[in-house]
């Protein structure tokens, strides 16, 4: 990585060279070529090593909760079962001796015995939802971190947005800065899509993190009659030649992107946000996910005041390619 950014920098003083001193346009060229691919070769680098440290992370929490997770939802139907055996034993005898002794009795009222008989099966079977919940959250946690998988497998897409909300569910709720932000699904019966799944995961992060800044910074929020939303909304489409695609648009109610800034998002290194809260890579590498490894299509549309949606589509079916595949030198990649 410092060899590549020593390089990079190197490129950058030896292309404003050769525009001081005039050279010959093609020379000119090949060196912004070159850089170009460097930094792309850079960007793509940082990100991979940055989300794949990030999905160790993840699977080794979600690895270190499934296993005692998994040993109290094994054991609390048995509980259960055994609660229940208990109640009914205890019923019996208080319905056969009405009238047990001063000590039983005085017992009895000081913990509240028909309450406890009452509630505790209700106790119960809130743990399990609880339990089945932590379970959904371990499974999540788990379909995110397939960040490090290099080859395409039909997956669904709805379970990989999903997974990716939940690692951000925290960000939507309401601060003391900011109001809570109202999630708005819109899911159409979708077939499995052949796809980098971990990928296209780091896609669903990048542009919903990124809509939740711009709603977190958005200070007319209360103006608004529907107050912070954002909408995910899926559907089937179709690319050129005839390819069908799925359609997955990320809208919020935010902002928007002035013009100037609409036309470079996606250009590495060039951060919407304000210094610290960004690297300028985010949409960048979305781009090359999308539109370089699934021959898809990832576009912006905003509009001052009225919010800012992000179109992304991808074949369902397609050739598969590396992921890890850089741009050859020389050839500037879009």
């Not at 490129?11 to 070159?34: D, M, R, Y």
């Not at 001063?102 to 209700?122: A, C, G, H, N, T």
């Not at 021959?295 to 050739?319: A, H, M, N, R, Y």
Request: charged letters at 20%; one cysteine or more; proline letters at 6%.
């Amino acid at each position: 990585m410092k060899f590549i950014t020593q390089i990079a920098n190197q490129l950058g003083v030896a292309l404003q060279q050769a525009q001081l001193h005039n050279q010959t346009k093609e020379q000119t060229q090949k060196l912004a070529t070159a850089l170009h691919d460097l930094q792309q070769t850079q960007t793509q680098l940082i990100q991979t090593e940055k989300m794949s440290s990030l999905g160790q992370l993840v699977a080794g929490i979600a690895h270190e909760i499934n296993n005692p997770v998994n040993f109290i939802y094994g054991n609390i139907n048995h509980v259960n079962d055994y609660a229940e055996d208990l109640l009914s034993i205890l019923d019996l005898y208080v319905q056969n001796c009405p009238n047990p002794n001063f000590e039983i009795r005085d017992r009895s009222e000081e913990i509240d015995l028909e309450f406890i008989m009452e509630d505790l099966p209700k106790t119960l079977s809130s743990m399990k939802v609880g339990i089945d919940r932590i379970r959904q959250i371990v499974l999540g946690l788990r379909n995110f971190s397939r960040l490090d998988h290099a080859e395409m497998k039909p997956v669904n897409i709805h379970e990989g947005i999903d997974s990716t909300l939940l690692i951000l569910q925290h960000r939507l709720k309401a601060k003391p800065e900011s109001p809570a932000i109202k999630l708005v699904k819109e899911y159409s019966d979708l077939p499995l899509v052949e796809c980098y799944a971990g990928p296209l995961n780091q896609v669903f992060m990048n542009v919903l993190s990124n809509a939740i800044d711009a709603l977190e910074d958005y200070r007319e929020s209360q103006l608004k009659p529907h107050g912070n939303q954002i909408t995910i909304s899926t559907a089937f489409g179709e690319l050129e030649g005839n390819v069908k695609s799925v359609v997955i648009r990320i809208a919020d109610n935010g902002p928007g992107i002035p013009e100037a800034l609409r036309a470079r998002i996606c250009d590495p290194f060039f951060p919407t946000k304000p210094v610290g809260k960004g690297t300028g890579l985010g949409l960048s590498i979305s781009y090359q996910i999308v539109v370089d490894k699934h021959g898809g299509v990832f576009k912006c549309d905003s509009q001052p005041g009225l919010g800012t949606e992000f179109w992304i589509e991808i074949p369902v079916t397609q050739i598969t390619k590396s992921l890890y595949q850089l741009p050859e030198m020389g050839k500037a990649s879009p």
